[in-house]
């Protein structure tokens, strides 16, 4: 148990280190502080007021053993998103991401709109904005809506890019007089890899694979082509929001990837290559298209008459398609050259002849490597305006609300962001995953993320604050702090092991 000293003076606690203190002052008054979650993870109600289910609720139904109750009840937001937001504005957030059901909105994926799911979304973002929050949504969280794929393949069809074209009609005909940031995807450099390479994502196709079993699947070409159309679709959305809304509503549109910090596992020139081609995997594969109109060439030569074209027009609309880049990050990866995998064939890391050393649950997570994520990007793309839409630190679910290694973990990666705007980077805002202990994709209800714990053998889910909730709402309350204290908590919060969780 912690002494009682020592944790009235973390309650009270501003971002601070020991030689340099810092507080929210240091930010740009319109910097956004918030929050994230998605649709499925938190909004529960998922058979409620017309809903049909997405591939998301289909891979949650076997996941981790999570069958029957998976998603069913979640936190519960869909019901209790007035106490959520009320949590939000206490903590002193000023943004709120989440994402929109596609199949809560349109349940059959097209056709009707669903008024109930209409109905939600609208209460959200008017709850939001009584409370001076700002809404930041994402259109597709890895939710596809599951009549989408049993009809024709989801996003392994062209068809997909008219459908999600005019989903995204919708919500920003419906929504966008109040939304001002708008996220096509979520992470689709990792969806598609979990999703059509390895299988341990939604829709779980793949060849073969050592932790998935896939009943369906072709690991060598469908990554390629569901990301390609993915990029049509983001790029079509885009394009209809600039010429059809956003002289009106004065919004932004961007979309979201994984990033991570590749090093070399060592300083052979054979890893010092490697590690190259999987930038140029892991974020050429989507950015390239988008800064520069085409995939970056080590793909082309190394994937073939595999790797989907792009047609002029095409290129055109994909070219350029993003007002700001979003991007989630975690941990630091190490790479190694691996030249039998691509003999071997079977992936898309063999296609680039690499191995990925490390992994979310045993990875280095140091906040020095986020300021190092930001510049490599700015190094690649240029200095787009960027928001860090998700940085979190797992742990064990129900293992304490006194949560030493998360808060340890955002003190110092806040920090390494306003260390990032010191050397003229464009941040504009910084989101922690997540709001609350969800479902957690990797891991179920197994790990969380969350500032808050969500109790779920309680029926009315209550919402209890963690510490790291405490120290976040005193760092926006600017509120002040004896430096001492962070040495404290550098001595007594070692980031925790979760390598053999799932």
């Not at 709850?127 to 009809?151: G, K, N, R, W, Y």
């Not at 002849?353 to 992994?359: F, Q």
């Not at 909730?469 to 001595?491: C, G, M, Q, S």
Request: proline residues 5%; aromatic residues 12%.
């Amino acid at each position: 148990m912690l002494g009682k000293a020592l944790l009235a003076a973390l309650i009270s606690l501003v971002a601070a280190s020991a030689t340099d203190p810092y507080s929210r002052d240091d930010f740009p008054p319109d910097f956004f502080f918030g929050a994230a979650t998605s649709a499925f993870q938190v909004e529960g109600a998922d058979d409620e007021d017309g809903r049909t289910p997405s591939i998301f609720d289909t891979y949650a139904r076997t996941a981790y053993g999570m069958s029957g109750g998976y998603g069913h009840k979640s936190c519960d937001q869909y019901h209790k998103y007035k106490e959520d937001v009320a949590l939000m504005a206490k903590m002193g957030l000023n943004a709120y991401r989440f994402s929109i059901s596609w199949s809560r909105l349109i349940p059959n994926g097209k056709g009707p709109v669903n008024p109930k799911g209409l109905e939600y979304y609208n209460n959200l973002i008017d709850e939001l904005i009584s409370h001076d929050i700002q809404p930041h949504v994402t259109l597709h969280h890895s939710d596809l809506p599951q009549a989408l794929e049993d009809e024709y393949g989801g996003w392994l069809s062209r068809r997909v890019v008219r459908d999600f074209k005019t989903y995204a009609d919708v919500c920003f005909r419906e929504f966008g007089d109040r939304v001002k940031y708008w996220t096509t995807m979520n992470e689709p450099n990792i969806f598609v890899i979990g999703g059509y390479d390895s299988g341990f994502l939604p829709p779980q196709r793949c060849s073969t694979s050592s932790i998935s079993n896939c009943s369906k699947g072709n690991s060598s070409t469908e990554p390629y082509i569901a990301a390609h159309n993915i990029l049509l679709s983001h790029a079509a959305a885009a394009s209809l929001y600039r010429k059809k809304y956003q002289g009106k509503q004065h919004g932004f549109i961007g979309i979201n990837i994984l990033t991570f910090v590749l090093l070399p596992l060592t300083n052979s020139t054979e890893d010092l290559g490697a590690t190259e081609r999987a930038k140029d995997l892991l974020s050429g594969w989507f950015l390239n298209p988008i800064m520069f109109g085409d995939y970056p060439d080590m793909m082309k030569k190394n994937i073939g008459s595999r790797l989907p074209s792009f047609t002029k027009t095409e290129s055109n609309i994909v070219k350029g398609s993003i007002d700001f880049l979003g991007i989630n990050y975690y941990y630091t990866s190490y790479i190694k050259n691996s030249p039998q995998s691509q003999a071997e064939g079977g992936g898309i890391f063999a296609d680039v002849a690499v191995e990925m050393i490390e992994n979310i649950f045993n990875a280095t997570a140091m906040p020095r490597d986020l300021q190092k994520a930001v510049d490599s990007l700015e190094q690649s793309y240029g200095n787009i305006p960027l928001y860090i839409h998700e940085n979190g630190q797992v742990t064990l679910r129900n293992s304490s609300l006194d949560d030493w290694p998360r808060v340890k973990y955002l003190h110092g990666h806040i920090k390494d962001v306003l260390d990032a705007l010191r050397n003229g980077s464009n941040v504009k805002g910084y989101f922690v995953w997540s709001l609350l202990d969800l479902y957690e994709l990797l891991g179920g209800y197994k790990i969380s993320y969350g500032l808050y714990y969500v109790d779920l053998n309680d029926r009315e889910l209550r919402r209890q604050p963690k510490l790291s909730a405490k120290w976040y709402a005193n760092f926006l309350h600017r509120r002040t702090i004896d430096p001492k204290v962070i040495i404290e908590l550098k001595k007594n919060a070692p980031m925790p092991s979760l390598h053999n969780v799932i």
